[in-house]
């Protein structure tokens, strides 16, 4: 058996290894793959492979009720999509949609057993104003949010405060870059609209080129403080690559597009860590192309003691003495390239002893 | 093994420990607590499940019961439920420990078993049909479904139907039955020989207590039932009992709308919840005396048995 943390990436890289595991290592591996949002993307494989039978008996219905789950949330998220078009179809721009709901509408890999807690939307941020008020007149409204939220939101953040359909109870985060303003790499969003692609079948929306979807699947993952879905993230990743990686001109690409967006470094990450967690084959030339990139030789194995543990599933069974440490030292990170130090420190003050006394803003 | 064969000092090491392994209808659920009145909830109510060890062996939901930290123990105790280390709820006051439990288990099944539909009802059975019993709270659902229970009728579920997909049959989860307010004194002195739990007062449904299924449910808990009918309970002083018939279809919509995952399952929700009407008869039903109401559900049950012969 694999060590605890990789439990979870191993059943997906390699599904035959599966029939080897005891009644007790399938209970361990349900639960991460439960938390780590992964476990109806892991049906989906086993399906694929023919190889269902390796699920006990006791164990299978939990993974065919999340495969139930995810394909009734590919329903939904196509139908919103189109809601989300149909609220926005007077301005001049189409949306783009990314990550999961990009997946999903464009029938990539990335989508099989993905599940969702929200859509994510770039639009350009001259039109915020324009996108918001059309999107309220349509049922989405801010969730509530207490009032310091709403400012870091709204004067620091790369996306609005989410939206919340008064109906549907389906959430939308309109993002107007894919990092904030505050950020230490400033990627220009209008280079990622000029590169975006129609969708096959869905008028009026656009999901992100191929080497453009994969740096900011990668970019968000590493500039996420929280990363409850880290290794979801990852694994959507590694479909990507694999997916995408058929052209020929596929890698040179990838790496010359991260280097004009000042995304080298998020990617230089992204591969490493699909390649630990799920054996992805990354062309050698991307390497080369990346190593000025690469941190420092002392900052690298820093880099892995942490992400290792912080990508793994955030479950007690995937954990060592050092995991909260790790997911601790993530979350810093993530907000020191999100915002420089003069406006990093206030905000992690305001987080760590403001935020837990402040009342519930939805009772108050 | 049953858990009534662990010692009660037994049980509250594993429940501090490890945990207790317990098999309730189709989910196997580990429990673990430090308090004493959950083993003590357990061993009164749960005494007629099966356990196992909880090293190697698989189970559908892991539970924890506990309070939350140090400062906490002597300001205003609480308690926490957690599902495998995320907590649903906000903590309840110290003495709500043994229903938290149950509706946090109450909770793991509504959010996860989606190869049930499973829908918000009381169900017993009686000739191999089962009577679904959906109703708003307080329309004396949960006292007719006990009152039942210890009349001859198998109890399948007092909150959760589960309808199987596949099949359409239903499949028992016969846990301890919620009782609130008036209904505790009334199924008290209904069969006095019954056990109920000590009630908790003050809890967002009033006071509350369990009563502890009938071995012969517990027994047979994994046999499942043909839907038979679906009827609306609703108790009322003075009335006299009446069984009306009802509209399937505006059945079938309070049951997609009291489905916990209805919407969930998409079209084959649509497809369980046609079957499941096609299959049963629906009333509306209206009572103030409990042995009148359980002599009309037991002619019901015979006359379904003879359509059935």
Redesign the interface.
Known sequence: MSTPRELVSRALRAPDSLARLSLGDWDVLVRQARRAGLLARLHAVLVDQGRLDVIPAAARWHFEAAATLAARQQIAVRWEVEKIRDALVGLPFSPIVLKGGAYVIADLPAAAGRLFNDLDILVPRAQLPAVEAALMLAGWHPAPLSAYDQRYYRRWMHEIPPLQHVKRASVIDVHHAILPDTARHHPDSAKLAAASVAVAGVDGVRVLAPVDMILHSATHLFHDGELPHGLRDLSDLDRLLRHFADGTDFWPRLAARAIELDLARPLFYALRYVRHFFATPVAAEVDAALAPAAPSGAQLPLMDAIFLRALAPDHATAADAFTALARHAAFVRAHWLRMPPRLLLPHLFHKAFITPFERDPSTA | MKLMQLSPAALRRQLAGSGVWLRTG?F?VRVRSRLPQVAQGLADLYGQFETRSP??????F?VEINPPGLLRRWLRPQVNFSF???RPFKPLPLDQAYPMLEWGLNWCVAM????YLVIHAGVVEKNGFAAILPAPPGSGKSTLTAALALSGWRLLSDELTLIDRATGLIHPLPRPVSLKNASIPLIQSFAPDAFLTRAVHDTAKGSVAHLRPPRDSVRRQHEPARPGWVIFPKWQAGAATTLTPRSRAETFLYLAQNAFNY????A?GFRVGTALIDAVDCYDFTYSRLDEAIARFDRLAEERHVDAA
């Open positions: 189709p196997s090293i190697e062996a698989f189970a559908d892991h495998d280390g995320e996860h078993a989606h190869h919407s969930h399952l998409g084959d």
